[in-house]
């Protein structure tokens, strides 16, 4: 039995050696053909042309009323006895016009692509006793909006997570 098992472990052992001094293999290289080679490569952070942004490219936010059709978060509705909300992004320039239905209101606002900032919100305080919740939910939403996008010839506001905050139609310039 002593014999078979020293048989057995020099059996293993010189399998282990020989396994240990096997020859490999280097993998080929691909080969790249010169036109591949040529070929452009995205810089990183380069985005690509859409239809999106071909869409984006021709929905003019600037330079046209719009009349605030819902928020879609709000819990209190626009009184009856209130105006229409609106806001109006001048053109060639950095300043938001509007109306909360009850109060004027103008603030600066940036437009980058996608990205819509309203900064510096400002209004009158005229007293407004059947629209005050929906004046601040209008206002908040407008402070909120960190983007936009065009649904259907809508504008629709969004937060920084995606959120609607507010949808607006076009109205005549």
Do not use: H
Request: glycine residues 8%; negative net charge.
């Amino acid at each position: 039995m002593l014999i078979r098992t020293a048989t057995f472990m020099m059996a293993l052992g010189a399998g282990i050696l020989l396994t240990g001094c096997a020859t490999t293999r280097a993998v080929p290289e691909p080969v790249v053909s010169s036109m591949e080679a040529q070929q452009p490569v995205p810089l990183p952070g380069a985005v690509a042309p859409t239809a999106e942004t071909a869409a984006r490219a021709s929905f003019e936010v600037a330079g046209r009323p719009w009349r605030l059709r819902n928020l879609p978060f709000a819990v209190a509705d626009r009184s009856a006895s209130q105006r229409e909300a609106f806001v109006t992004f001048k053109s060639g320039g950095s300043v938001m016009e509007g109306n909360t239905g009850c109060n004027p209101i103008r603030a600066s606002y940036e437009l980058q692509g996608a990205a819509l900032r309203i900064r510096n919100l400002e209004g009158t305080l005229m007293p407004c006793p059947d629209g005050v919740t929906f004046e601040a939910l209008f206002i908040q939403a407008l402070s909120d909006t960190a983007e936009w996008r065009e649904d259907d010839g809508a504008l629709v506001l969004l937060n920084a997570d995606g959120y609607q905050l507010a949808i607006f139609d076009r109205t005549a310039p």
